[in-house]
């Protein structure tokens, strides 16, 4: 069958290396792509939101299935929009329709759907720019540290975590009063901080069915020892080390069986990935929000370690029988470095040419903001390629992944010699 999978960053060269492994695949599309699927892949230059072009695209092509990475589109509606279609409602979309997406689309959603099934999660309250002074009065009843949360959706970059009250009043009011983060902070969840050791959990549904992928730890701070400004995500370790079949046992009992059950109750149609992030607290499991889609950099080492053809998983979310579908795993560890532009979350220069790739032996290099000028792979992004190596421990796949990076260089490039520090 031909293939279209949505998006250009790691997440979507991990997607793309995968289902180009299938014998299903025929011809895949990505769309736009990056420099990395370009050598698996026919790239198609148009944006994801742009419905439009894709149905063309979709139509021209005879592609039989969609696969969405990135949020936007999803909580745009992609999925609404091809079920609408005469010509397009009988081609599947892995991701699920605008209601599903809220979960990722607004935080307050995503906090009284926990609230309403049961689901562990920190302590919160929702404001708007009309009840400002009630927010400093939640601030003050609450213990440092403070977390607030654009309720929409920022590009990773809305949520703010600080130790000083004051300090938290006035960025409440940046948000709500001076549109901090535009639209997204129009309302804004400030909850409770809960502290532990964070990981995520990924699950493939289709609605009733479910199957637990690899869990992943990625780490967010652009600084060594988790410091700095939050970013996308400088790399990923799979599995968890401390998430043991104890612990396990925890999340799929008090937390993905009442999400999958609580999309049913709630009548909210699903078909696609939840990324759960989540918080070990002692030894509990709490939700720090949900994802509609896969994480990134996650993706680069949760979907290596899949063995199990993903196209036939695909199909069995698209048809309903997921509940018949088995997961294969690779045993071995999974980790990645992200290996980001000079400057990265904040201004950085693009175009700057990358050389070295050839040379990486015995790990994956996944093309995250990279585009082909003259035949020449440059930098496009601010987190440029991850760096996935497997091993039979995560030390020594992180070990790994750092001996290749020396053979990668472009002008300012940057990354963090800790991952995986904390384990």
């Avoid at 309302?187 to 690899?214: N, Q, R």
């Avoid at 996308?232 to 080390?241: F, L, Q, R, T, Y």
Wanted: aromatic content about 8%.
């Amino acid at each position: 069958m031909n293939i279209l999978i949505l998006g250009s960053g790691g997440r979507e060269h991990a997607l793309s290396w995968k289902i180009a492994q299938s014998p299903k695949t025929d011809k895949l599309f990505v769309a736009p792509g990056n420099a990395g699927t370009s050598a698996i892949a026919t790239n198609v230059d148009i944006k994801v939101t742009d419905f439009k072009a894709v149905e063309e695209l979709v139509l021209s092509e005879n592609i039989s299935m969609v696969v969405v990475g990135p949020e936007d589109p999803l909580v745009s509606g992609i999925h609404d929009y091809f079920l609408a279609s005469p010509n397009l409602k009988h081609i599947p979309v892995i991701g699920p329709q605008k209601e599903g997406a809220r979960l990722e689309g607004s935080k307050e959603f995503a906090k009284e759907f926990m609230s309403r099934h049961h689901i562990p999660t920190a302590a919160y309250k929702s404001f708007t720019k009309e009840n400002l002074e009630e927010g400093y009065e939640f601030l003050e009843s609450l213990k440092p540290p403070y977390v607030l949360k654009a309720d929409g959706l920022a590009a990773g970059k809305g949520v703010l975590i600080l130790n000083d009250l004051q300090e938290a009043k006035e960025e409440l009011s940046r948000m709500l009063v001076d549109s901090k983060f535009g639209a997204a902070s129009a309302k804004v969840v400030i909850e409770e901080f809960l502290s532990g050791i964070e990981l995520s959990c990924f699950v493939l549904t289709d609605g009733e069915g479910y199957l637990l992928l690899p869990t992943a730890k990625d780490y967010k701070r652009i600084g060594e020892g988790d410091t700095g400004l939050n970013t996308g995500g400088m790399g990923a370790v799979s599995p968890v080390p401390f998430a043991d079949e104890a612990f396990m046992s925890k999340i799929e009992e008090r937390i993905v069986k009442p999400t999958v059950l609580g999309l049913q109750k709630d009548n909210i149609p699903y078909k696609g990935f939840i990324f759960i992030g989540l918080i070990k607290v002692n030894d509990d499991p709490y939700v720090i929000e949900y994802n509609v889609r896969m994480g990134d950099p996650e993706t680069e080492v949760v979907i290596p370690r899949v063995e199990t053809d993903l196209v036939e998983l695909l199909q069995a979310v698209a048809e309903g029988k997921l509940d018949k579908a088995d997961i294969k795993v690779d045993s071995r560890a999974a980790t990645t470095i992200m290996l980001v532009s000079g400057g990265y979350p904040e201004a950085y220069e693009k175009g700057k040419a990358i050389s070295g790739i050839e040379k990486v032996k015995d790990s994956i290099v996944f093309h995250a903001g990279t585009k082909l000028q003259d035949e020449q792979v440059v930098t496009s992004g601010g987190r440029v390629i991850a760096v996935t190596s497997y091993g039979e421990t995560y030390k020594e796949a992180i070990k790994k992944s750092y001996q290749n990076i020396e053979n990668l260089s472009f002008d300012k490039m940057y990354y963090r010699k800790d991952i995986g520090f904390d384990l």
